[in-house]
């Protein structure tokens, strides 16, 4: 199989299908990266701009790295922070009316709700740049390496952000709460 690296060489050497494959390589991963930061209808008009960006860019890839995951990932944070700068403050917090839609009464979803509220929570408290590390490497899974690529930040510096994110995260009351709670329920199974 060719790499990315490869397929990226061969298109900026004018072979226009090579980087269509790149795209369709990692088309889902970066835009479940996206949708998980603004949403399935933004994650998509986002998507376009991050292989627009992309496919501009490819001249600055370095062809050392064989896959161009973290690569791409760096250009869609790039296109989220662009996004999130160019929109009112306002429209930054979800209208409250959005959450209504769809809402299932069953407990079981309750308690969904109630473990993603607790989780976003704690993540809430994390710094951006800790915050940013944990997620590449829990949600995307990357490697902590490869996170760093994509932050620009040293391998070292990326490891030191995820132990701080990890242990703040294990000392979170909230997460404490939704940890406690597992225990019960699988006890009472």
């Given at each position: 199989?060719?790499?990315d ?5 061969r298109s900026?050497?004018g072979?226009?299908e ?6 369709t390589r990692?088309?889902g991963?970066?835009g479940?990266?996206?949708?998980r930061?603004v ?5 998509e ?5 991050v292989?627009v960006a992309?496919f501009?860019s490819?001249?600055t890839?370095d062809?050392?790295f064989p896959?161009?995951?973290?690569w791409?990932?760096g250009?869609?944070l790039n ?9 009112p ?11 209504a839609?769809g ?6 979803v ?5 473990t993603q509220?607790?989780l976003?929570?704690?993540?809430a408290?994390l ?22 690529r994509?932050l620009?930040?040293p391998a070292?510096?990326a490891?030191?952000?995820l132990?701080q ?5 294990r000392?979170?009351?909230e997460v404490?709460?939704?940890l ?10």
């Amino acid at each position: 199989m060719t790499s990315d690296a490869e397929l990226i060489g061969r298109s900026l050497d004018g072979d226009g299908e090579a980087f269509v494959e790149v795209i369709t390589r990692h088309e889902g991963a970066i835009g479940a990266y996206l949708a998980r930061r603004v949403g399935r209808d933004t994650a998509e008009d986002l998507l376009g701009e991050v292989w627009v960006a992309a496919f501009a860019s490819r001249s600055t890839y370095d062809r050392s790295f064989p896959e161009a995951r973290p690569w791409l990932y760096g250009v869609a944070l790039n296109t989220l922070r662009r996004h999130w700068r160019s929109r009112p403050a306002e429209d930054l917090v979800p209208d409250a009316g959005d959450l209504a839609n769809g809402w299932d009464p069953w407990s079981a979803v309750d308690a969904r709700v109630d473990t993603q509220a607790g989780l976003r929570t704690a993540l809430a408290e994390l710094k951006p740049e800790e915050r940013e590390v944990l997620t590449l490497v829990a949600w995307e899974d990357l490697t902590v390496a490869d996170a760093a690529r994509v932050l620009g930040l040293p391998a070292g510096t990326a490891r030191r952000l995820l132990h701080q994110a990890r242990k703040t995260l294990r000392n979170a009351p909230e997460v404490a709460a939704l940890l406690t709670n597992l225990t019960t329920v699988k006890e009472g199974l």
